[in-house]
């Protein structure tokens, strides 16, 4: 799976410890992000939670992934995922972009994707943002938990979702539901 990994080590064999053509060289220099890919995506597979599963559309590009949470208990059991995870240039000095992809009816999810999650924020109040210490595994396992244990209805970024939840319990787990039914098999 990580041609990149094995693109890095043939290169640095050719290469040898010294390169003898600088230019030649300065063309295949792989980034700081990609080194720190290759081994934070071989942690992540060794490490994914059983409900989610991760998926490289192009494997020379560790960059960009495809992550699927299917939820095994709760509000969002039965339901499938997506969210599309971006690491910018700057990575880890800044937190992945994410998205989710399928519309869902969630209070720390708007309906167009966007996410409430304190680690993905560069700058965090609560001082639980992104550091360079955190890597996609901790990512993954946050997006993860937003279906179970993270859940918040105090915090939201989808008011109108919290509210619902807050007035009916009952008619907010039908229209979960039906979400689940409509855009998340």
């Given amino acids: 799976m990580l041609t990149l990994a094995s693109k890095l080590k043939r290169d640095d064999g050719v290469r ?6 600088p230019a030649s060289d300065s063309s295949r220099r792989v980034s700081v992000r990609d080194k720190l890919l290759v081994k934070e995506v071989a942690d992540l597979e060794a490490n994914l939670p059983c409900t989610c599963k991760v998926n490289f559309p192009d494997p020379n590009k560790l960059h960009y992934f495809q992550l699927t949470v299917t939820p095994d208990e709760g509000y969002y059991q ?7 995870i971006e690491v910018p240039d700057a990575y880890n000095m800044v937190p992945p ?6 519309r869902i009816w969630h209070p720390n999810i ?3 994707g966007e996410i409430c999650l304190s680690l993905l924020r560069e700058h965090s109040i609560d001082g639980t943002g992104w550091a360079p210490t955190r890597t996609l595994k901790d990512i993954v396992w946050g997006l993860n938990s937003l279906f179970t244990d993270l859940l918040n209805f105090d915090d939201p970024l989808n008011i109108e979702a919290a509210e619902h939840h807050l007035r009916d319990k009952e008619d907010f787990r039908n229209k979960v539901e039906d979400y689940i039914k409509r855009y998340a098999r």
């Fill in 16 to 21: 040898g410890p010294r390169a003898s053509n």
């Fill in 78 to 84: 039965g339901g499938k995922f997506l969210f599309e």
């Fill in 97 to 102: 972009k994410v998205k989710c992809l399928t």
């Fill in 110 to 112: 708007t309906e167009t």
